[in-house]
């Protein structure tokens, strides 16, 4: 299990947060591709993330880190691009509708 110091540590991780970066901006583009059948929350969250997708990325790391401090360092940091994907899927809806980090 990491430490909340680690856990915190993990917030600046370049690595992680380019990745997480980069779910984001896949995120954005699904909502994009189904604006039909998006709610208008989520439209204006991937609009904010195709704006400002480091700071997103920030709120969206956040919060996948505060759900999975159970992991251990290593197992965060070796999180595959599609778990990686995953969790930023799920952090969406409540970006969305406003619910974030604080400091993020």
Do not use: H
Not at 32 to 41: C, G, I, R, V
Not at 46 to 66: D, F, M, N, Y
């Amino acid at each position: 299990m990491a430490s909340y110091e680690d856990v915190r540590d993990l917030f600046a991780d370049d690595a992680l947060l380019n990745k997480t970066e980069v779910a984001v901006i896949v995120a954005a583009d699904a909502i994009t591709q189904n604006l039909a059948t998006e709610t208008t929350e989520r439209v204006a969250w991937a609009q904010r993330a195709v704006t400002s997708p480091r700071e997103e990325a920030k709120k969206c790391l956040r919060r996948i880190l505060g759900k999975n401090n159970a992991q251990t360092v290593a197992n965060i940091l070796g999180a595959s691009d599609s778990s990686i994907q995953t969790a930023v899927d799920e952090t969406v809806d409540l970006l969305a509708k406003g619910m974030t980090v604080p400091g993020a």
